[in-house]
């Protein structure tokens, strides 16, 4: 019987997010596969605004499974790309401030143009300039998250779920990791991450936002000073959230205290959605 996880026909693009789940979605597709041929890809796409855990993982799992795992970031100057390694990737969010220095405004949940320049189309100038003309994108959405699973409209790649097609979910997953000897050192409630992806995502809930200002207030001061520096450089407000900016988020955690985190009805606790790659 084919394995959900069996590569499709020619060359294939494995985006991996740096999170539990494309990290199991990467174990399968190697575990089914073996080593992976030329016409395979596997992409890690570098904010500069993720958490340290998370470089550390994507290594790890280069590392312990013998894969290799192409790290590219974004830069305004022509490719628009550069490659990297896990010693020179960028852990200062300077990926990130490049793509915002030309837009007038700064990436919202209705417009989040940071992911497409930063992920999407970074990894595709890369895979343009290795000759790559056509590829189906591996992308590790899980079948309790059917909702997120959409068809390509691109034409240079289709969408390819392994996960949803082996009928995987979060607790499948869940327990995969706590069986290893390693794992993604960014727990939450409940077993989830919602330290993972970029530090400050405004795709999080305020919830979590606001845990990120009391717990790792010098990430969270990057996310403020650039609000600051766009409705500098544009001479109107410019922020991340349509109610609320990142400053005034984290002057109010200061003012309250840790008692707004006991009560769940206090802080918002819906996030407009998961940043994939």
Not at 170 to 185: P, V
Request: charged share 25%; with cysteine; aromatic share 12%.
């Amino acid at each position: 019987m084919r394995s959900p996880y069996t590569l499709p026909d020619g060359n294939v693009l494995i985006s991996f997010s740096g999170g539990r789940t494309s990290g199991y979605m990467l174990h399968q597709i190697l575990e089914a596969n073996g080593d992976l041929p030329e016409r395979c890809k596997v992409v890690f796409a570098n904010t500069g605004r993720e958490m340290p855990e998370t470089l550390d993982f994507v290594q790890e799992c280069s590392k312990r499974w013998r894969v290799p795992i192409t790290w590219l970031e974004y830069r305004k100057q022509m490719p628009k790309f550069v490659t990297v390694s896990y010693n020179s990737a960028s852990r200062a969010g300077e990926p990130f401030r490049q793509a915002l220095e030309q837009p007038k405004i700064l990436p919202n949940v209705h417009r989040r143009f940071c992911t497409q320049e930063l992920k999407v189309k970074t990894i595709k100038r890369y895979l343009v300039s290795v000759g790559w003309t056509k590829w189906v994108q591996c992308i590790g959405i899980r079948a309790d998250e059917k909702r997120r699973i959409k068809t390509s409209t691109e034409k240079r790649w289709a969408n390819w779920y392994p996960l949803n097609d082996a009928n995987e979910t979060k607790q499948t997953i869940m327990h995969f990791w706590n069986s290893q000897a390693f794992d993604l050192k960014l727990w939450g409630a409940h077993g989830s991450t919602p330290k993972g992806n970029c530090d400050g995502c405004f795709l999080k809930s305020e919830a979590t936002l606001a845990m990120m200002w009391r717990e790792h207030p010098e990430r969270m001061q990057w996310w403020a000073d650039i609000e600051d520096w766009k409705s500098n450089q544009i001479g109107k407000k410019a922020h991340f959230h349509a109610t609320r900016t990142f400053k005034d988020l984290g002057n109010f955690v200061q003012r309250q205290g840790d008692w707004i985190f006991d009560d769940e009805a206090y802080l918002c606790q819906a996030d407009g959605g998961e940043c994939t790659g």
